[in-house]
């Protein structure tokens, strides 16, 4: 497709309440929208790497100004035909996978308008519903959490994430594990810790954790492999997998027994997809996570979250736990399956953002045409 027009916006979307993991506590989400235009027919990507680097070495400021000063010229006004030739056109600016997947994800929205046919048949998949998990940051204290997983266990979420960090961790796996002793649950450690670390993680065996998500440096492959070798519990890499070429290098270390995949955080969903298809190859189940987007990027995870080889349930939520209004025209909204289980169904449509959201939100914004 010819791109006309790249229009580019920096928003920062407040939260209902501050997102608190090991890297720190964001009252704000902040994220880079992209709208591709073709001829008559525009479609919005989004990616969130948040308002500061410490989820990762990126950071929206930086996303946005590398989009425009660097991406964003490259694809305007040329004949993008598929994901691959769009990362190909991008492949020797080094890193950047968040600003790369704004306009990534921007590009396969647009197709699939383009071709008037649902985003996640063009992925690949063949369901149109996904089970999700439910997720608990850090709070004030074990009895809040206490009191908040067991609503979500009576409405059925399949699995509970835990952040976990020093200070909060042993005990309140242990408060979580005598109250709820049979139901599944893992943690996120957000790169929290380190090899030395290793006694901590064999002592957390015993809880029966699903999966021990992203223990150690976020850019790590091989102490992730040594840990793995040393613990029963599954590790699964989150923020080391930013690229396709990381994955090859973790499923070549057996560094991981899972692999979480978010669009933002690897490139777009060029990249996610190719990544999904790598760890099926190797047997590595997946699942796809977030970055708190509103309903236009929240609905783009989930359509790759239809993909067959995210076995364990989603990392997604409705717009309504962490947004008073969504951005998006559209909020996400969760259903449930035949079995009462919670789920999200593949959108039809991206929802765009909503024009008066985006101008009361938007921090600075661009347009090359
Ligand atoms: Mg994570």
């Known amino acids: 497709m010819q791109i006309d027009r790249i229009d580019l916006f920096h928003v920062r979307m407040p939260l209902i309440y501050p997102w608190r993991t090991a890297y720190g506590e964001d009252a704000d989400i902040e994220a880079v929208l992209c709208r591709l235009t073709s001829g008559s027919v525009c479609a919005w990507g989004e990616s969130a790497p948040f308002a500061a680097p410490c989820y990762s070495p990126e950071w929206a400021g930086g996303a946005f100004a590398v989009c425009k000063q660097w991406l964003a010229p490259q694809l305007l006004h040329q004949d993008v035909t598929s994901g691959d030739d769009l990362q190909q056109r991008l492949a020797f600016f080094k890193g950047n996978s968040f600003a790369k997947a704004a306009l990534d994800t921007a590009w396969w929205n647009l197709h699939s308008r383009l071709v008037n046919k649902p985003l996640h048949q063009l992925l690949g998949a063949t369901r149109d519903n996904a089970p999700v998990g439910a ?44 109250n709820f002793p049979t139901e599944v649950f893992h943690i996120d450690c957000n790169s929290g810790y380190r090899i030395k670390d290793l006694p901590l993680f064999q002592t957390i065996d015993k809880f029966n954790l699903a999966m021990i998500e992203q223990p150690l440096r976020h850019d790590d492959v091989v102490d992730h492999a040594e840990l793995q070798r040393a613990i029963k519990t599954p590790v699964c890499l989150d923020e080391t997998i930013a690229h396709p070429d990381h994955a090859t ?33 190797a047997g590595i189940p997946c699942w796809v996570g977030g970055m708190l987007e509103s309903g236009t990027g929240a609905n783009l995870c989930v359509a790759l979250g239809m993909l067959d080889n995210f076995i364990y349930p989603a990392d997604i939520f409705p717009s309504s736990r962490f947004y008073h209004v969504d951005m998006a025209e559209e909020p996400l909204e969760l259903v449930k399956d035949a079995n009462g289980i919670p789920s999200v169904k593949a959108p039809v449509h991206i929802p765009d953002p909503h024009p008066d959201q985006l101008a009361k939100l938007t921090v600075q914004q661009a347009t090359l045409k």
């Open 135 to 178: 997720d608990f940051g850090v709070m004030d204290s074990i009895d809040d959490l206490i009191n908040a997983i067991g609503p979500a266990v009576a409405e059925k979420f399949p699995r509970v994430k835990l952040k976990f960090r020093p200070g909060w961790d042993v005990p309140m796996l242990e408060a979580v594990r005598k």
């Open 249 to 281: 290098l973790a499923l070549r270390l057996k560094s991981c027994r899972y692999v979480n995949i978010k669009p933002g955080r690897i490139g777009g969903l060029t990249n996610a997809v190719k990544v999904h298809d790598m760890c099926q190859a």
